[in-house]
C-alpha cells in the first residue's frame, strides 16, 4: 500500500493537503493526525469497513474501544444522547482539548467502533489541523493513538510514518503533540461520573467541575483477563517499548540507589542499560544511558518527553530500561499510569 504523506504548519495550514486527506477518509480510507496529546489514527465512524481497517492496521484488538473524534458540539446530536448536565459542563470547560467524555451511543455509531459497547467516547481536539480534517472531511472520526498496537504512543510524525507507512493510505504531519500522553477520559453515563483514564486534564481540574469526580480504582491496578474495557489502555499492554521495562518506586535515595545496584549487576551480565530519570538526579547515575525526561518542577515536560524516551531507548537497542517513578498529583497520575502499562506492571518497591 502506497501511504500518501504530507506535513503541515499548523499555524498557516496548508488546506490542499487537508482536503486531500480528508479524501481519504471520506472513500473510507485511513490517515494518522496531528492532535495536542498523541497522533491519532482515523477513519469515518460511521463506516463499518473503514473503522475495521484501524484495528487491522494497528494489529489493534477489536475489543478495545476507539474514540470518536468530533470538530463541533453539534455533531453530538447523531452520535449520542442522555447528555448530563455534567457532561455539558466539562464540554463546556475542556473543549476542545484533551478530555474524552462516555455517553451512551445511538445506533448510528457501528458496534465495531465502540467495542460492542452501548457507549461511546467522544472528544473535540485542540489541533487546528485536527479540528480542520473532520471538518473536511464531513464526518466524525474514529481514532485511537497511530502506533503499532502495544507501542509507545508517537508525538511527532516521523514516529507515525516509522510505524505505519505501507499500512494506511494517508499521513498528515504536523507539530509535535505537546501533552504527550492521552486524553483523560470521564464517564458521564455513571453519577457520579467516573475517570477510567487519567490525561491531559487532572482530577483536580474535573473536580472543579464536579467535585464528586472520582478516579477508578483499577485505573493504577493490573487488569484482569475477563476485563470488558469500557475505554481504550483498560485492558492490555499499553504504551511498552521492546526491551523490558521495570519501575523502582521509593524515595528519591532510595531509588537512586536500587537503580545502581541494579544497573552494575545488568552491567557485569553485558546488558546495555537505559534508565529514565528525571534534571535533578540524572548525574547521579554511574552507567548507562541516562534520559532525562525533564524537571519535577514541571512534570508537564515529563509527560511530553516520556513516550518518545522509550522509543529513542527502542533505536539505541538497549536490553533493559530501569525508571525512576514520579508523584502522582497532577497530571502525574497519567504518568505512572503509562508507566506502568508499559512496564506490564513490573514494579521495584524499595
Avoid: W
Avoid at 494497528?58 to 468530533?70: A, E, M, S
Avoid at 492521552?182 to 467516573?194: A, H, Q, R
Amino acid at each position: 500500500m502506497k501511504t500518501e504523506i504530507a506535513v503541515i504548519d499548523e499555524k498557516n495550514i496548508d488546506m490542499s493537503k487537508v482536503k486531500k486527506a480528508a479524501a481519504i477518509i471520506r472513500r473510507g480510507g485511513v490517515v494518522a493526525f496531528p492532535t495536542e496529546t498523541v497522533y491519532g489514527l482515523g477513519a469515518n465512524a460511521f463506516d463499518e469497513e473503514a473503522v475495521k481497517k484501524i484495528f487491522i492496521a494497528k494489529g489493534r484488538p477489536q475489543d478495545n474501544p476507539l474514540i470518536v473524534h468530533i470538530q463541533s458540539v453539534d455533531e453530538l446530536e447523531n452520535l449520542v444522547y442522555d447528555i448530563s448536565d455534567v457532561a455539558k459542563k466539562l464540554m463546556n470547560k475542556f473543549f476542545p482539548g484533551p478530555i474524552t467524555i462516555i455517553l451512551n451511543k445511538k445506533e448510528s455509531i457501528p458496534d465495531v467502533t465502540s467495542a460492542g459497547l452501548k457507549t461511546i467516547g467522544i472528544r473535540m481536539p485542540k489541533n487546528k489541523i485536527a479540528l480542520a480534517l473532520i471538518k473536511e472531511s464531513g464526518v466524525p472520526i474514529a481514532a485511537p493513538s497511530a502506533n503499532i498496537s502495544g507501542r509507545p504512543s508517537p508525538t511527532d510524525v516521523e514516529r507515525c510514518i516509522e510505524d505505519l507507512e505501507g499500512r494506511v493510505e494517508g499521513i498528515l504531519g504536523g507539530p509535535c503533540s505537546e501533552i504527550g500522553v492521552e486524553s483523560t477520559i470521564v464517564d458521564c453515563t455513571v453519577e457520579p461520573p467516573c475517570v477510567l483514564r487519567p490525561g491531559g486534564i487532572t482530577l483536580e481540574q474535573l473536580r472543579e467541575v464536579d467535585i464528586d469526580i472520582y478516579m477508578d480504582k483499577a485505573i493504577m491496578q493490573k487488569p484482569s483477563k475477563d476485563l470488558k474495557p469500557k475505554a481504550p489502555g483498560m485492558k492490555y499492554r499499553h504504551y511498552a517499548p521492546k526491551a523490558p521495562l521495570k519501575i523502582i518506586e521509593g524515595n528519591v535515595e532510595q531509588t537512586v540507589a536500587k537503580i545502581n545496584e541494579m544497573l552494575q549487576n545488568y552491567i557485569d551480565d553485558n546488558k546495555k542499560v537505559g534508565i529514565l530519570a528525571c534534571d535533578e538526579t540524572k548525574s547521579r547515575y554511574k552507567d548507562g544511558i541516562v534520559l532525562s525526561l525533564g524537571s519535577l518542577d514541571n512534570m508537564q515536560e515529563i509527560a511530553s518527553n516520556l513516550f518518545e524516551a522509550l522509543r529513542h531507548l527502542d533505536d539505541l537497542d538497549v536490553d533493559i530500561i530501569l525508571s525512576e517513578s514520579f508523584e502522582e498529583r497532577g497530571i502525574g497520575v497519567a504518568i505512572m499510569n503509562r508507566l506502568r502499562k508499559a512496564a506490564g506492571f513490573n514494579i521495584v518497591r524499595v
